[in-house]
């Protein structure tokens, strides 16, 4: 029996537009009144967390910031783990010297960026909170990010440059063609899920998990069912256990009504 749904957001539980359907919210509705939890895990903001907190009436630590930070029901962060201000430092000046499209998340929300690179609308469009400062290395920065996002196409010298500066220092992963984003490497969305469940006593074999790019292969393999979305891509597909239709078509409530609603 399935006890708890780990969701991702942008690609799963959001449409194209970052909103969520009608059908995608009774659906969790369903779950709640059953008694199932629902865990969204993902790299928006800590604002979004606690926004959809409050917005679905979320009883359980919520996974923001691809698990750099877990918000709890009272909108209180119970766990934190920002990026390295080494890191961070090399990490600003790559972008600088690509110029790239560059996001730095922080603990109180925003996004915060110095450089208007066209590219930094695929994060505005995805809804978070953007803040110019004109130096991202300002101790206000500084001293609470959470996590990156670099928006560059996947062919891009960029990917090998950083990947290659990066590797051992910062956890990378791709969420979907037009981010790359990196935190700290002792966190990620599985090391954030497994702390829920071990607190809430819940085993890998009961719970599902859905998403849809490389940041949720994790927790994907980690569930004893994992969904994918019919908008990922192949290998994630080939990871998951079942297939549902993408995000624009409601497949976060095929999967909870093939899946655990047919338990009652």
């Given at each position: 029996?399935?006890?708890?749904?780990?969701?991702?957001?942008?690609?799963?539980?959001?449409?194209?537009?970052?909103?969520?359907?009608?059908?995608?919210?009774?659906?969790?509705?369903?779950?709640?009144?059953?008694?199932?939890?629902?865990?969204?895990?993902?790299?928006?903001?800590?604002?979004?967390?606690?926004?959809?907190?409050?917005?679905?009436?979320?009883?359980?630590?919520?996974?923001?910031?691809?698990?750099?930070?877990?918000?709890?029901?009272?909108?209180?962060?119970?766990?934190?783990?920002?990026?390295?201000?080494?890191s961070f430092r090399r990490m600003v000046k790559l972008s600088r010297k690509y110029g790239v499209g560059f996001g730095a998340s922080c603990l109180d929300g925003y996004v915060y960026y110095e450089n208007d690179n066209p590219d930094l609308r695929?994060?505005?469009?995805?809804?978070?909170?953007?803040?110019?400062?004109?130096?991202?290395?300002?101790?206000?920065?500084?001293?609470?990010?959470?996590?990156?996002?670099?928006?560059?196409?996947?062919?891009?010298?960029?990917?090998?440059?950083?990947?290659?500066?990066?590797?051992?220092?910062?956890?990378?992963?791709?969420?979907?063609?037009?981010?790359?984003?990196?935190?700290?490497?002792?966190?990620?969305?599985?090391?954030?899920?497994?702390?829920?469940?071990?607190?809430?006593?819940?085993?890998?074999?009961?719970?599902?998990?859905?998403?849809?790019?490389?940041?949720?292969?994790?927790?994907?393999?980690?569930?004893?069912?994992?969904?994918?979305?019919?908008?990922?891509?192949?290998?994630?597909?080939?990871?998951?256990?079942?297939?549902?239709?993408?995000?624009?078509?409601?497949?976060?409530?095929?999967?909870?009504?093939?899946?655990?609603?047919?338990?009652?």
């Amino acid at each position: 029996m399935i006890k708890l749904v780990a969701i991702d957001l942008d690609g799963t539980l959001f449409d194209s537009k970052s909103k969520i359907s009608q059908k995608n919210i009774k659906a969790i509705n369903d779950c709640l009144a059953r008694g199932i939890r629902v865990v969204i895990t993902t790299a928006k903001t800590v604002y979004w967390v606690k926004k959809l907190i409050t917005e679905l009436d979320l009883k359980d630590p919520q996974i923001a910031s691809a698990g750099a930070a877990i918000i709890d029901s009272n909108l209180n962060p119970i766990f934190i783990k920002k990026i390295p201000q080494s890191s961070f430092r090399r990490m600003v000046k790559l972008s600088r010297k690509y110029g790239v499209g560059f996001g730095a998340s922080c603990l109180d929300g925003y996004v915060y960026y110095e450089n208007d690179n066209p590219d930094l609308r695929y994060i505005w469009e995805s809804g978070e909170r953007p803040k110019f400062i004109s130096n991202l290395l300002d101790s206000r920065v500084l001293n609470q990010v959470l996590l990156v996002t670099v928006t560059v196409d996947p062919e891009h010298i960029f990917n090998e440059v950083f990947r290659k500066e990066m590797d051992g220092k910062v956890k990378i992963r791709r969420g979907g063609r037009y981010f790359l984003a990196a935190y700290n490497k002792n966190t990620g969305k599985t090391p954030a899920l497994k702390k829920i469940l071990k607190n809430l006593g819940i085993k890998n074999r009961e719970i599902m998990a859905i998403g849809d790019s490389e940041s949720d292969l994790g927790m994907i393999e980690l569930a004893g069912t994992g969904v994918a979305m019919g908008n990922a891509p192949e290998n994630v597909k080939a990871a998951a256990d079942f297939v549902v239709k993408d995000n624009d078509s409601n497949g976060v409530a095929e999967a909870i009504e093939k899946f655990i609603l047919k338990q009652y």
